[in-house]
């Protein structure tokens, strides 16, 4: 064989070997992408599993405010049943104003804000909170990675061949800008 035809074949063994790599990468930052989802979703459930505990704490001493509560738990039926990072997203803004909102009613019930199951619960939800803002900070750093490696060469040659597309970021909610105002 003469020399063109091996510098021929030589670069088609690097273009292969560069594909099957850039395949094999995506592979794996495309299940962390999905991992880091995962949790995402861990977290929501975990807040809505524990939104029924201190609506019915709240319910025992609030009976009366009735649509607060219920914003709540209509909030949370939206949030479990929302599929994919917009639909969460746009779910988990709601549910948090329900909550605010919530949060506004006991502040008129200091034997509320008093009680331990109370408390408990709220730490609880504090928790959570902080859990799923890591938990996104996550999710966006690993949709990043995996955005920026399938726009960049040579994987952006390869990615519309090997079915790969780029993922959504979880967004903040509308209205995440503005400081909350706490009144006592």
Same mark, same amino acid.
Not at 23 to 50: C, P
Not at 61 to 78: C, F, L, N, S, T
Not at 163 to 183: C, H, S, T
């Given at each position: 064989?003469?020399?063109?035809?091996?510098?021929?074949?030589?670069?088609?063994?690097?273009?292969?070997?560069?594909?099957?790599?850039?395949?094999?990468? $995506?592979?794996?930052?495309?299940?962390?992408?999905?991992? *880091?989802? !995962?949790?995402?979703?861990?977290?929501?459930?975990?807040?809505?599993?524990?939104?029924?505990? $201190?609506?019915?704490?709240?319910?025992?001493?609030?009976?009366?405010?009735?649509?607060?509560?219920?914003?709540?738990?209509?909030? /949370?039926?939206?949030?479990?049943?929302?599929?994919?990072?917009?639909?969460?997203?746009?779910?988990?803004?709601?549910?948090?104003?329900? $909550? !605010?909102?919530?949060?506004?009613?006991?502040?008129?019930?200091?034997?509320? *804000?008093?009680?331990?199951?109370?408390?408990?619960?709220?730490?609880?939800?504090?928790?959570?909170?902080? /859990?799923?803002?890591?938990? /996104?900070?996550?999710?966006?750093?690993?949709?990043?990675?995996?955005?920026?490696?399938?726009?960049?060469?040579?994987?952006?040659?390869?990615?519309?061949?090997?079915?790969?597309?780029?993922?959504?970021?979880?967004?903040?909610?509308?209205?995440?800008?503005?400081?909350?105002?706490?009144?006592?």
């Amino acid at each position: 064989m003469n020399k063109p035809v091996w510098i021929v074949i030589a670069i088609v063994g690097v273009l292969l070997v560069s594909a099957v790599f850039s395949y094999n990468t $995506l592979v794996s930052m495309n299940e962390s992408v999905n991992g *880091k989802w !995962s949790q995402i979703e861990n977290q929501l459930q975990r807040r809505a599993d524990l939104i029924p505990n $201190l609506v019915n704490t709240v319910k025992g001493y609030a009976a009366h405010e009735q649509q607060a509560i219920q914003a709540v738990a209509d909030a /949370r039926a939206k949030l479990t049943g929302a599929q994919g990072p917009v639909g969460k997203a746009e779910a988990n803004a709601e549910l948090s104003s329900a $909550l !605010s909102r919530l949060l506004v009613v006991v502040e008129n019930y200091p034997n509320l *804000k008093a009680d331990q199951n109370f408390r408990a619960l709220m730490d609880e939800l504090s928790g959570t909170e902080n /859990r799923i803002a890591v938990a /996104r900070k996550d999710y966006n750093d690993a949709v990043q990675g995996y955005n920026v490696k399938i726009r960049s060469l040579p994987t952006s040659l390869f990615v519309g061949m090997m079915g790969f597309g780029p993922k959504e970021y979880f967004k903040a909610e509308e209205g995440a800008k503005q400081v909350p105002q706490v009144k006592f």
